[in-house]
Each structure stands twice: as structure tokens, then as C-alpha cells.
């Protein structure tokens, strides 16, 4: 399979799987390819991937945005973590039907992780200052962490953690034709 293969056969199985295991709220197809798949590809407007990057999706979900980068960054690694098990069964058959050998699913809590990661992405997983705390054991001077927020983002500042920095505040313009707002915020350990 090709990558846009691939990327269909995801947005199948996330579709098939939701009816049994509401793994994802939408209303309609299209909704679920903006609100998530070109959600996902937000980050490259302030990075771009690398092969020796490891990356961390913290609190993956069904695989948003990790499953979608990793099929198009396939010379890098991505660890999709997420405790609860309906996602990590979810994402055990998606590695091996998308036949995905750069992913990792760990079904375990992001503080119960002993690896470092030059990049952690998460998305609606919790406020700024809660995924620099979860996240200080893996990462180091050298990582780099991207929040995905919508519009209201301003409220979880300051940040209490004096030895992050924000290194960038970026508004994604591709999804406002969409009425969507979002902004990736990339935080640097200092």
C-alpha cells in the first residue's frame, strides 16, 4: 500500500471500529478527515521530521495524530501511548493491517515510561502546564514538545514550570477555511 492507501484504509478502520468501540466523536466523513486527519498534519507547519527522531504521541487515542504521521514519515519512529486498552487493541490491528514497522503502541500512562523523545506531540489531552509535568521524564534538553490547542489556549498560561519555554505559537491557516482554529504551541526545556 501507498501512503494515500494507507490513509484510507485508516480512515476505514476508524470508521468500522467506532461503531463497535466509540473510538472518536463525529458527525459525518468529512468531519473526521478535517477535525483529525488534516488536524494531524498541523505540525508541520513548525517542524518537520527527521529519521533520527523519536516521537512520542502522548495520550494517542485512536492514533491522532501518530498513526496519520508515521504513515508519512515512515523512516521515523513513533510510539502511540495511551492507557486505556479499547485504543491500544484499536491500534495493534491498524500497525499490523497498515503494516506499519516504525510504530510503537505502549499501553501504559506517559509517567510510567522510562525513554527519552526528541519529539512529544499530544493533542486534547491536557492543559500546558499538566503535559510539561507528565511529560518531564521523557524528555531532555534536547526534546521538543507540540500541544495542538483550539482557540482558548491562552487561558493555561503562564506556564509554572520556569524551565520550559515557549519556543513558538503558530496559527494553523488551513483550517480556517473550515471555521476550525488551531494553534500548535512548542514548548522547549531550557
Given at each position: 500500500m501507498n501512503r494515500i492507501e494507507k490513509l484510507k484504509e485508516y480512515v476505514w478502520l476508524l470508521e468500522k471500529?467506532?461503531?463497535?468501540?466509540?473510538?472518536i466523536s463525529y458527525n459525518n466523513i468529512r468531519e473526521l478527515i478535517i477535525?483529525?486527519?488534516v488536524d494531524s498534519l498541523s505540525v508541520y507547519e513548525v517542524y518537520h521530521f527527521n529519521?533520527?527522531?523519536?516521537?512520542?504521541?502522548?495520550?494517542?487515542?485512536?492514533?491522532?495524530?501518530g498513526v496519520v504521521l508515521s504513515i508519512l514519515n515512515p523512516d521515523v519512529y513513533f510510539y502511540l501511548i495511551d492507557p486505556r486498552k479499547k485504543y491500544f487493541m484499536f491500534l495493534k490491528t491498524v500497525k499490523r493491517v497498515l503494516g506499519l514497522n516504525n510504530v510503537v503502541i505502549l499501553n501504559k500512562r506517559i509517567e510510567n515510561i522510562d525513554k527519552k523523545f526528541t519529539v512529544i506531540l499530544n493533542r486534547a489531552?491536557?492543559?500546558i502546564n499538566t503535559i510539561i509535568k507528565l511529560c518531564n521524564n521523557v524528555?531532555?534538553?534536547?526534546?521538543?514538545?507540540?500541544?495542538?490547542?483550539?482557540?482558548?489556549?491562552?487561558?493555561?498560561?503562564?506556564?509554572?514550570n520556569n524551565r520550559y519555554k515557549i519556543n513558538i505559537i503558530k496559527k494553523i491557516?488551513?483550517?480556517e477555511i473550515?471555521?476550525?482554529?488551531l494553534y500548535i504551541i512548542g514548548l522547549k526545556r531550557y
Open positions: 471500529w467506532n461503531l463497535k468501540m466509540n473510538l477535525d483529525n486527519i529519521k533520527h527522531d523519536i516521537v512520542a504521541d502522548v495520550g494517542t487515542g485512536p492514533g491522532i495524530p489531552v491536557a492543559d524528555s531532555d534538553m534536547d526534546s521538543l514538545i507540540f500541544s495542538y490547542k483550539g482557540p482558548l489556549f491562552f487561558s493555561e498560561f503562564p506556564l509554572k491557516k488551513i483550517l473550515y471555521n476550525k482554529r
